[in-house]
């Protein structure tokens, strides 16, 4: 199938998405029916074992919404396994340096253009469609790497410079964390906001397409102002919660107990 957000990105637009933490392939569903371009399930911070990953992605499948993953670390069998699932794009965490930018593009790419081992899975629908897809999965996969440490903002003029990257995404919370400010994620410290400007004007001058996640509209549309266009709003968990909370408070106030 062909990644609609590659198409979207190389056309200059914007493509919107969320986080899937729950482990749920029916949050999936939802999630995906709701309209996002993308959702990004995560492999890193979440319990989602492999039969969860291939069950969310079943979930999309009925729906436009690109399935993606953020892989645990930067290594060829989690990303390969990622992708044998049907999962159209990964997200490469602590991508420090352009060494580990070309290992993870690699990973991400059949030879002659990368490493990535080659069988019959559900990405080809178990073989059924081997041929077309081994001809377009080059192509059609994204390779997302995560600007998240001081060390790739040092670097990140030369992680940029590494072909085939098809965003750069921006961890702020650990980007954050690791410059001493733990739990900050949306109002930040005037340091990391110029950690984060430095990825921004290399990102434009090496023509690399900016991602990040942000908390609500509001942050999304000032950072889609400042040049990202991929961008993540909420999550499964997020969204759940503060509509719980809100219910609750809701109903305590109209019904006179606060």
């Given at each position: 199938m062909a990644n609609r957000i590659k198409k979207i990105l190389r056309d200059g637009g914007v493509v919107y998405g969320s986080w899937l933490a729950m482990c749920s392939p029916i949050a999936a569903e939802i999630m995906a029916h709701a309209g996002h371009d993308f959702l990004m399930i995560d492999g890193e911070h979440s319990a989602a074992g492999h039969e969860t990953v291939l069950a969310m992605a079943q979930a999309m499948s009925a729906t436009p919404c690109t399935p993606l993953m953020r892989v645990a670390d930067n290594d060829a069998v989690r990303i390969k396994q990622a992708l044998?699932?049907?999962?159209?794009?990964?997200?490469?965490?602590?991508?420090?340096?352009?060494?580990?930018?070309?290992?993870?593009?690699?990973?991400?790419?059949?030879?002659?253009?990368?490493?990535?081992?080659?069988a019959s899975a559900r990405a080809?629908?178990?073989?059924?469609?081997i041929q077309e897809y081994a001809r377009s999965a080059n192509e059609d996969t994204c390779a997302i790497l995560e600007i998240e440490h001081p060390d790739?903002?040092?670097?990140?003029?030369?992680?940029?410079?590494?072909?085939?990257?098809?965003?750069?995404?921006?961890?702020?919370?650990?980007?954050?964390?690791?410059m001493g400010?733990?739990?900050?994620?949306?109002?930040?410290?005037?340091?990391?906001?110029?950690?984060?400007?430095?990825?921004?004007?290399?990102?434009?001058?090496?023509?690399?397409?900016?991602?990040?996640?942000?908390?609500?509209?509001?942050?999304?549309?000032?950072?889609?102002?400042?040049?990202f266009r991929f961008v993540a709003i909420g999550g499964d968990a997020r969204?759940?919660?503060?509509?719980?909370?809100?219910?609750?408070a809701d109903v305590r106030r109209l019904a006179g107990a606060e």
């Open positions: 044998d699932l049907g999962i159209q794009g990964v997200i490469v965490p602590m991508v420090n340096d352009a060494g580990a930018a070309r290992a993870a593009v690699a990973a991400c790419r059949y030879p002659p253009a990368g490493i990535r081992g080659f080809s629908l178990w073989g059924a469609r790739s903002v040092a670097n990140v003029e030369e992680i940029l410079a590494v072909p085939g990257i098809d965003v750069a995404y921006v961890g702020v919370a650990d980007l954050a964390s690791f400010f733990t739990g900050q994620i949306g109002e930040l410290d005037p340091s990391v906001d110029a950690a984060i400007e430095r990825i921004v004007v290399a990102a434009r001058r090496a023509g690399v397409p900016l991602g990040i996640h942000c908390l609500n509209a509001e942050s999304a549309a000032r950072r889609i102002r400042q040049g969204y759940v919660g503060a509509m719980a909370r809100q219910q609750l």
